[in-house]
């Protein structure tokens, strides 16, 4: 079945830092990606998104570019700040899969040290 | 002010005691879905629902119902709870055409002793 592998955490950085998460996925049909983030206490929210090869999603200075060949979505950001402090999952939907079935990785911890 | 609100918030219980956690949305959206968080498992999906009156399973529905007989709410019920259904349980909503892109509720933590 359809499955999101992501690079185990905790990552620390110091401010300033460059960041990257690698996110890898399998599925049958044409999936969407996602990266949603998570702050301490409080519910996910949507980061970024790209639908198909090649679309590059931005947003709040991260982006992650969708690869079809290598079956990745990394996340990236050039300079990270304390506020991004959070956990990143990286998710997936297939909509030539089951239709309604968000697939997520485990999450990555991040944080960033002043 | 656009949402998906949960109650409660904080629930402590025990085994075998019947509850209903309720999932709420003002934004007329067709999609909700059902997740718990734990530990080294990150987010698994127990229900969803693409509109009212249609719910299909996720990846761990056991010991879980859900109905949607109204476009805003989306209950999870646990008719027998067990310990190890303690978690961290988010509700979300979206779009029918677009259910990737979800907003999600603040959270119940749910602890069966």
């Known amino acids: 079945g359809d499955s999101v592998t992501q690079m185990e955490g905790p990552v620390t950085l110091s401010e300033e830092a460059c960041l990257t998460i690698?996110?890898?996925?399998?599925?049958?049909?044409?999936?969407?990606l996602f990266w949603y983030v998570q702050y301490p206490g409080e519910g996910l929210q949507l980061l970024l998104k790209?639908?198909?090869?090649?679309d590059k999603g931005s947003n709040k200075g991260f982006e992650a570019t969708y690869r079809k060949e290598t079956t990745s979505f990394h996340l990236e950001k050039g300079s990270v700040q304390v506020s991004d402090s959070a956990v990143y999952f990286c998710a997936l939907s297939d909509r030539g899969g089951s239709q309604g079935n968000l697939i997520f990785g485990k999450g990555t911890k991040l944080s960033v040290k002043p | 002010e656009a949402q998906v609100t949960q109650n409660p918030r904080y629930l402590i219980t025990v085994t075998g005691k019947k509850l209903t956690v309720t999932c709420s949305q003002n934004m007329n959206h067709e999609y909700m879905s059902w997740y718990r968080q734990d530990p080294g498992l990150g987010l698994r999906q127990i229900y969803y629902s693409m509109n009212v009156e249609v719910t299909d399973k996720g990846d761990v529905p056991e010991g879980y119902k859900v109905s949607r007989k109204e476009k805003r709410n989306f209950p999870l019920i646990l008719e027998s709870p067990s310990p190890n259904q303690t978690s961290l349980y988010f509700c979300?909503?979206?779009?029918?055409?677009?259910?990737?892109?979800?907003?999600f509720g603040p959270g119940t933590r749910l602890t069966v002793t």
């Open positions: 690698n996110c890898t996925y399998t599925a049958t049909g044409y999936p969407s």
């Open positions: 979300a909503s979206s779009l029918r055409e677009s259910w990737g892109e979800q907003y």
């Open positions: 790209a639908t198909k090869a090649d």
